[in-house]
């Protein structure tokens, strides 16, 4: 299973983006679908993630982060609004199966940068 992850930039604060993490050698909706993100001298950290009935989202991205699957294209998005400096970070979406609790599956990062 291939993981390409897609649509970072330059954006200012309270822009938008959408990141997209397109699937192959895999179906995208055998998958918990999830995102993670690791800015400059931190470690990796969840963002997020997508599964068959629902998705969940850490503190800090609720309410302006969405995750949703286009099952025919087999890609996942991340919607990104409301978009601030502390969200500058390469951005990774991973891949697990249901049942096992690590992530299987890695795409390259994306980078977002946010601009104040």
């Known amino acids: 299973v291939q993981l390409q992850a897609s649509g970072g930039g330059l954006v200012q604060t309270g822009g938008s983006l959408r990141l997209s993490c397109t699937v192959s050698g895999g179906t995208v909706s055998e998958y918990v679908m999830g995102w993670f993100r690791q800015a400059p001298g931190k470690e990796r950290e969840f963002v997020g993630h997508?599964?068959?009935?629902?998705?969940l989202y850490r503190d800090s991205v609720q309410g302006r982060f969405t995750i949703s699957r286009d099952n025919a294209k087999n890609t996942v998005y991340l919607q990104m609004n409301s978009l601030k400096p502390e969200d500058t970070a390469v951005y990774h979406c991973?891949?697990?199966?249901?049942?096992?609790?690590?992530?299987?599956?890695w795409g390259q990062g994306t980078l977002v940068t946010v601009s104040s």
């Open positions: 991973a891949a697990r199966r249901y049942g096992v609790v690590e992530y299987d599956f």
């Open positions: 997508i599964s068959r009935g629902n998705s």
